[in-house]
């Protein structure tokens, strides 16, 4: 017997209707690519994004075809983003910090038809357009008077706007359709193509925005630093408008002082970026004095935050840090650190400690670890192995079959992450599996002392690797960014970190640095550091 309920296919276009109809006046505000801020609300959003489907089917853009974007945050892009899926085809957004190789690679491999971009690409895209045959129209999100001289065509996104009446409706069709894609940033191996659905993005927008998760409202007002091309915009493009939550965008700005003015002169609610951005607001907050008074709770993901972080934003700033992990693969969201009534009671370290933990997965995502052979782990919080996730916003393939079969025996997609999870299901990362030290027999989490290292209040960043060590395997070596004018020794640094980590975990060594590389999300690029630091890892050998 099957239930009596309606058809009504979770189209992700349906979230920018309900917005439009019952939050119409709800602002959306941007920093424009060509200076200046515009605003705008939902309403006016929905029916430029109406025009932008009628243009691409003008444009013969089809239920499944891939069309990119390779633009910042702005509320153009979120009107392109939902134009492309209101009639079927496929949003592709494009990280602009990619080597240009890759780049090129995935819009080939994705078979991009059109590129929609911004001003700031304009280069860039002119140097690589004559490798990227299957790209028919650059489109450049301005008007005719900003548009740049280059080589080869660009089209005003204004003028092609105005070319659509807007006398059009969305196409409504079966939610398993493609709605996204977005690659993996390939730190190793080539980018992979995962591929988010209509139904998996509104399930994962609708369990982002519980009260134990992002918990948005209509009385938020959010601001996505993470970029719309990192992971789905961690679900907030489409988690603000069904939950009518205004949104600020940065746009191209995501320095310290451009982002505090936005916190403060929009009085946002709710931000979130990965800990580099932070880091750049937290020092501009720190030279100049400023406060940040609307601020409620920032989400810091992406990779580890430290513990720093956390307590600076909280005892400082009274805003409340929410700790994040997930991957594109996972849509991104996986778990989030809020306290549940076993920690809620805690205070001062004890409760940085769970803070510190990535935390604990909503309703549609499963999670196990597993041992080498694959066997489950105890849920005791120190025990650690291999994160599994299943459920479903979690990838079950690649585009195209890369990588081959994905999943376990039950269905798990493997993370690649090195987990603890306690008794109450929260859930620690300790590291990549690739990332992990080896030495004599143990292993040691690079996550949690690079934690310990940027508690020092000299230390600017810390990245820790293994180096090649002929007793033991392996031995961390910590890299470390001193902050301007900090006169920092190595033996300083290491009595800091006794007694904060066991004592075989304590790095022998220390190297300063100018600089730690990233990845093209903001991570730290470790293959990088290892090439780097390789001959002495040949020399300890
Ligand atoms: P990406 O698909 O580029 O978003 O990268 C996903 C990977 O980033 C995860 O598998 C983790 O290794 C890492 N990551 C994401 N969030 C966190 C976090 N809060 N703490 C530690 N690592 C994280």
Request: proline share 5%; glycine share 8%.
């Amino acid at each position: 017997m099957h239930g009596l309920m309606q058809d009504w296919p979770l189209n992700c276009h349906r979230i920018l209707d309900h917005a439009a109809t019952y939050h119409g006046e709800r602002e959306v505000v941007s920093r424009l690519v060509e200076g200046g801020i515009d605003r705008t609300t939902y309403r006016a959003l929905r029916e430029r994004a109406l025009k932008v489907s009628q243009r691409l089917q003008g444009e013969g853009i089809r239920r499944g075809d891939r069309v990119a974007t390779l633009a910042w945050n702005t509320a153009r892009h979120l009107e392109v983003w939902y134009g492309i899926l209101g009639i079927g085809a496929v949003c592709h957004t494009v990280n602009p910090r990619l080597f240009a190789e890759q780049l090129v690679y995935i819009v080939n491999h994705a078979e991009d038809r059109i590129l929609f971009t911004d001003i700031s690409f304009v280069p860039l895209v002119e140097k690589l357009k004559d490798s990227m045959p299957s790209l028919k129209k650059v489109i450049v999100l301005t008007d005719a008077a900003h548009l740049p001289e280059a080589e080869i065509e660009l089209i005003a996104y204004e003028d092609w706007l105005a070319e659509a009446d807007g006398d059009f409706a969305w196409e409504s069709f079966d939610e398993n359709c493609a709605a996204g894609m977005c690659y993996t940033s390939g730190t190793t191996g080539v980018p992979k193509g995962v591929v988010y659905s209509h139904r998996s993005n509104v399930l994962h927008a609708l369990v982002a925005n519980q009260p134990d998760m992002l918990g948005l409202s209509s009385r938020d007002r959010v601001m996505p630093v993470v970029p719309m091309f990192h992971a789905n915009c961690w679900s907030i493009c489409y988690g603000a408008p069904m939950a009518g939550a205004a949104m600020v965008m940065p746009g191209p700005k995501m320095d310290g002082a451009s982002i505090y003015e936005l916190l403060d002169s929009e009085r946002v609610t709710v931000t979130a970026a990965v800990p580099t951005v932070w880091m750049m607001l937290l020092a501009y907050l720190e030279e100049t004095g400023a406060r940040l008074p609307h601020l409620q709770r920032v989400v810091i993901g992406g990779s580890a935050c430290p513990r720093a972080m956390i307590e600076t934003f909280q005892r400082e700033y009274e805003v409340e840090v929410i700790h994040a992990w997930g991957m594109t693969e996972t849509s991104p969201l996986g778990t989030l650190c809020t306290l549940k009534p076993e920690y809620a009671g805690l205070t001062g370290e004890e409760r940085l400690n769970i803070q510190e933990k990535q935390g604990h997965p909503p309703f549609t995502v499963e999670m196990k670890i597993a041992d080498d052979m694959d066997a489950p782990l105890p849920w005791d919080g120190k025990t650690f192995g291999r994160l599994k996730v299943r459920g479903p916003a979690v990838a079950r393939a690649y585009f195209k079959g890369e990588g081959g079969a994905l999943l376990d025996e039950e269905g798990f997609f493997d993370t690649g992450d090195v987990a603890h999870i306690d008794r109450y299901g929260y859930m620690q990362i300790t590291d990549r599996s690739k990332d992990v030290i080896k030495s004599g027999g143990e292993w040691i989490s690079s996550i949690e002392l690079e934690n310990v290292a940027v508690g020092h209040p000299a230390v600017a960043e810390a990245a820790v690797i293994g180096v090649a060590d002929e007793k033991w395997g392996e031995r961390p070596l910590l890299v470390v960014v001193a902050k301007a004018g900090a006169a920092l020794t190595k033996e300083e640094l290491l009595d800091f970190m006794a007694g904060k980590v066991a004592k075989w975990a304590v790095p022998d060594d220390v190297a300063f640095v100018d600089e730690i590389p990233h990845t093209a999300t903001g991570k730290i690029q470790k293959t990088a550091l290892r090439e780097r630091f390789r001959d002495r890892s040949a020399a300890n050998a």
